[in-house]
């Protein structure tokens, strides 16, 4: 007997799962609400990306990453590049630095040059234990402060981690953002030994390898691509649809999917689809609403996680001369709106423009700011080009175009206990033939999100076999 698997959500996550499982001959049903899959991959018509910019290449064991596992099987490493700029700059104390390297996630060890950035507290000695205790989880910001002194947090650990998560270090676990330094936590005596122990073990990020990667024509390409074998395979898609409801019967599951209101197209009024097996490819908050009548204690444990709002205001300029960077960060005590920029024409040589423009980008909004992505659009272009005139030491011309994309509940703020978390929902979710997938769970980036769905199919396949 074919089975059938609803994947709710398709964005990278849901498509990853539905192509795993299709794969291996399930018959596969995606819905989404949105009108487009993809989620936080969007690139624009000209292939400049509204979205998620880059994935990486490795993963700490020296494998492919999930992101080029599904880049091989949908056949596009002819489209792979790689940047071609030098390192990323930080913006303290009124000058662009290098950004300090032996760190992990800016937490640094015991060789990182902080001079011009920092200055190191005394706190980080032996106290005759390991930092963490079994199990123990803390937010980035507590530890590090206590270890190494306010100022690594305010001008590098909080910039690294908020260029991934929009978040602050204080508010963000060690165990969820950096599982690898987490767990030599629990063995080293100081945090620079662990970071040292983490950054050794890894090998994501060999000399003289491409650390990360792209798709030329942008990675909606990577979206399409799967589409198209999605479809190719049989897999029914649905835009446009959201899932109002969930239903356990005894054989599986009833989904509820389609518009609420009456004067919706006939197409897109509610429908019925039963499925022996349901992804759940989607943020946490739509998810456990829509556990909540099935499994309420699951719900519980996940409808608690926020998320940080997004702006990204893409700039075509003419006639200016950017660093030699890929671009550069901003800690939150700079008086900045900006949080980072990317000089993409630096950056990636398919950006590079032939009539002497450039085109960057700059990202706005942190955890808890709504105010900034409150403003109009030519109020937030206003701000970033009179921050980037000051990081660029020139008066910036008016760009010959500008966008501004706002991402609502863009990035998940993973909380200490968030690992733990996500593993009792998932042991109270162990008897139904239901899965959570995505970054809401498993980690940010496309990666995480691939390894995420594959993880989580195949823990399906397995219990079907």
Request: charged residues 20%.
């Amino acid at each position: 007997m074919t089975r059938h698997v609803a994947v709710i959500g398709g964005g990278i996550s849901g498509l990853a799962a539905a192509l795993r499982l299709s794969e291996a001959g399930v018959a596969v049903t995606v819905v989404d609400q949105a009108d487009r899959l993809g989620g936080k991959l969007h690139t624009r018509a000209d292939g400049v990306e509204l979205g998620a910019e880059q994935f990486l290449m490795r993963d700490p064991a020296w494998g492919p990453s999930g992101a080029m596992r599904l880049v091989s099987a949908l056949k596009l490493e002819h489209l792979l590049e790689h940047p071609v700029a030098g390192g990323a700059g930080l913006w303290v104390a009124g000058a662009l630095r290098p950004l300090p390297t032996g760190t992990v996630m800016g937490v640094p060890g015991p060789d990182t040059d902080l001079v011009g950035v920092a200055t190191l507290s005394d706190g980080d000695v032996d106290r005759g234990a390991p930092v963490l205790a079994p199990r123990e989880d803390r937010s980035v910001g507590e530890l590090v402060r206590e270890r190494l002194g306010d100022e690594v947090v305010t001008h590098l650990v909080d910039p690294l981690l908020g260029g991934v998560y929009a978040g602050r270090a204080d508010g963000l676990s060690l165990q969820a953002t950096m599982p690898v330094l987490h767990r030599f936590l629990g063995r080293e005596h100081t945090v620079r030994a662990a970071v040292q122990r983490a950054a050794g073990t890894s090998r994501a990020h060999q000399p003289g390898t491409p650390v990360f990667g792209t798709l030329r024509g942008g990675l909606g390409t990577l979206v399409e691509a799967a589409r198209a074998e999605l479809e190719r395979r049989g897999v029914e898609i649905h835009l446009g649809m959201p899932v109002r409801d969930l239903a356990r019967t005894a054989t599986g599951w009833t989904l509820t999917v389609g518009a609420a209101t009456e004067d919706a197209p006939r197409a897109a009024r509610p429908w019925r689809l039963d499925a022996d097996a349901v992804v759940l490819a989607v943020p946490a908050r739509p998810a456990a609403r829509l556990l909540a009548p099935t499994a309420p204690e699951a719900a519980e444990q996940l409808g608690g996680l926020e998320y940080a709002n997004v702006g990204l205001v893409t700039l075509t300029l003419p006639g200016v001369d950017l660093p030699a960077l890929s671009g550069f960060l901003v800690p939150a005590d700079q008086g900045m709106t900006i949080k980072a920029a990317t000089f993409f024409s630096t950056k990636w040589a398919h950006h590079r423009r032939t009539d002497g423009s450039v085109l960057l980008r700059a990202s706005v909004g942190r955890h808890g700011d709504h105010a900034v992505l409150q403003r109009p659009d030519a109020e937030i272009v206003a701000a970033v080009r009179a921050d980037l005139a000051k990081v660029l030491g020139t008066a910036l011309p008016e760009p010959a175009s500008a966008t501004v994309t706002r991402w609502g509940g863009a990035l998940p703020q993973y909380a200490p206990g968030h690992v733990e978390r996500v593993a009792n929902a998932r042991e109270l979710l162990a008897e139904l033939p239901l899965v959570l997938v995505g970054a809401a769970f498993d980690g940010v980036g496309i990666p995480a999100c691939v390894n995420s769905a594959e993880l989580a199919a195949d823990l399906l396949l397995r219990a079907w076999n």
